[in-house]
């Protein structure tokens, strides 16, 4: 293991994979009952079923290639912690769960975290533009959630966008302004910073943090076209969600970092929001229902603030509770 190239065993496994087509290699890189969660959906089980899946979507888009962004990652005992992110280019030249073959190009976003052990994939979550991608292939996205689906496509995607919880979120008990970490070595307090910032600005409702926690000059990408430029605009969309989800709360799942050889850092947060949706969207009037979302974000942080991001998370699974919509089992007598 002290020998053991994370950057390069991560480049080489994709390159296999997406570019070359070796697709039987995932039965070699992953750990036979591995975990595979896809976004707040049941996921896959195994490198099986992964191989199953990954055959499914490159019939779908046959000359599909991963490039790698960035790579983050961390020793933790004996796993090393991984989180990717990545850029998909493709044609759609065959059908997909989302409806019959276009023919468009479609550039689509992810991350991909992983715990790997022995060489293998133990377990992975993974996060990707799933409502640009049906934008870009020419599908309407409430069209897409309604549509009249055979039984098992309906299942399967109903796996994809997650269940999600009932339940009120409670709010956190304690002090109502937070605790502050200190900005001196940011490499060493990257965790105690993301903790911070999570429970002040998004669970504690501390939106004037946002200037202590993020630099001036902050940026961010996130799923489809969700770009934000500086502070007003991160607070501005923290602000939109939080009105349609008026109890939302952030669990932190996992959080890691590594040097950014930049004087800085970066880190990957894997988390989950959860709420119920009381307060109205840009989709309408609230529904009730409850959310489940989970999502990865990658940070550079330097001298104590954040000063890049990128965000991955399901936009269907987030429309899915916004409008009440959802995928449906066909009838027979359905055309």
Known sequence: MHDFDVESFLRDSAEAIWDQKMLGRILDL????????VGAGQGLHGGQQLLDRAVQWLAAFPDLRVFIDDIVYARRDAAHLTSVCWTAVA?????????AATG???????ITASRIERGRFVEQWIELGDGDLIRQLGFDQRSVLQRPWPEQAASDFDDLLGQGGLGVVERPAGNAQGAHPPRD??????GALIEASVDAIWNRRQLGEVTHFFDPRYRERGP???????????RTDIMSLIGAFPDLRMHIDDVFWDDDRRGGCR???RWTLLG?????????????ASLRLSGITHHRIEEGQFVEGRTAYSELGLARRLTGAGPRARSDDTE
């Open 30 to 37: 992953y750990a036979p009952h591995a975990p595979i969660h």
């Open 276 to 288: 119920a949706n009381t307060g109205p969207s840009a989709y309408g009037s609230p529904t009730g």
């Open 104 to 110: 468009r190009r479609v550039v689509v976003d992810g």
């Open 91 to 99: 044609r759609n030249t065959g059908p997909s769960v989302f409806g």
């Open 267 to 269: 880190s990957s947060t």
């Open 185 to 190: 070595d940011a490499h060493a307090d990257a």
């Open 224 to 234: 489809g076209v969700r770009a934000l430029f500086g502070r007003e605009e991160l």
